[in-house]
C-alpha cells in the first residue's frame, strides 16, 4: 500500500462512527417517541383525508351549476402536476419535513372551508393553494417516514428495509 492509500484508510476509519456512540445521542424511549410520532401522523391523514375525500366525492355534483365543481378539480389536480415538476424542490428545501407536513395542511382546510362560499372567486384560487400543498404533503410524508425509520434502525439495530416496510405499513394501514 503507497503512503497516500495509508492516510485515506486511516481517515476513513477515524471518521466511522459505532453503532454506539450514535445511540448514545439519543434518550431512553426514543423508540416509543418514533412510533408515537407514526401513529399521529398516520391519524392525522385519516382525520384530514376522510373529509377531503368527501368534499372532493361530491364537488362535480354539489357544485354542477357552471361546471365549479369540475373547474375547482381540474384546478386542484393540474396546479398540483405543475407545482410537483417544477417547484416541490425549492418548497422543501427551505422547510424541514414535519414543518411542510403542519404548513400544507391549511390548505386542505381552507379548500374546505371555501365550500361554503362556493363561486369561482373562493373555490379556483383554493383549488391553486391546495394543488401546491398535495405534492408537498405527500413528498414530506414520505420523507419524514424514512427518516424516522433511519433513527428508528440506529437505535435497535435493525435492518433498515425491514423498518421501512413496517413503518409505512403501518402508516397506510392508519391512513
Known sequence: MSQDENEISENISNELITLEQVRKNYEPGEEKRIIKNLVVAGLSF????????????????????NGLGAYSLATIYISGCVSSLFFLSFILSKFSCKDALFYSIFPYLAYMTAQFYPNFATLIPTGVILGISGGIIWNSVSSYISQISQEYSYLTGEELGSILARFFGLFFLLF
Do not use: A, D, N, R
Open 46 to 65: 385519516v382525520l384530514l383525508f376522510s373529509s377531503y375525500g368527501s368534499v372532493v366525492s361530491i364537488q362535480s355534483s354539489l357544485h354542477g351549476k
